[in-house]
């Protein structure tokens, strides 16, 4: 999966969350933009997305809720291991009590606080806060 998708993805969310839009409409499709998405689903900053045609090209309608600051996809490969995390999201979001980083791991795709619970490590994709 080119991480150039999932940073175009992840930009045109906060670009429209920024023009006060209600829905984004994303393409190309793909699982870890699927995974990303249900994280930031079970966390709260968005409302709901839903997955149109997946098996071909498609595309990925989100409900915006007005919660993303930022969110941005490492475009190099970065690993990490499980004791470190901590520190790298210290380094990378503003401040301890909003946002997480998302980790590739052997478990999926996971945040930094269930790859701590886990005591996974993996390849940094991004952050979102």
């Known amino acids: 999966m080119g991480r150039r998708i999932l940073n175009d993805a992840l930009r045109e969310i906060v670009n429209a969350e920024k023009r006060g839009k209600a829905t984004v409409e994303l393409k190309p499709v793909s699982t870890v933009i699927s995974s990303f998405l249900n994280i930031m689903k079970y966390r ?3 409302k ?3 997955v149109h045609d997946p098996h ?3 595309r990925i309608t989100v409900e915006l809720q007005g919660r993303v600051n930022d ?3 490492l475009t ?3 690993d990490i291991k499980a004791k470190d995390i901590e520190k790298y999201k210290t380094l990378k979001l503003p401040t301890r009590q909003w946002g997480y ?3 590739s791991t ?3 795709v996971l945040d930094n606080e269930e790859a701590i619970r886990r005591n996974v490590g993996g390849q940094v994709l991004g952050y979102f806060h």
């Open 48 to 50: 709901n997305f839903e």
């Open 76 to 78: 190099y490969r970065q």
């Open 106 to 108: 052997s478990d999926g």
């Open 101 to 103: 980083v998302l980790i």
């Open 71 to 73: 969110c941005r996809a």
């Open 56 to 58: 071909r090209v498609g």
């Open 44 to 46: 709260g900053y968005i």
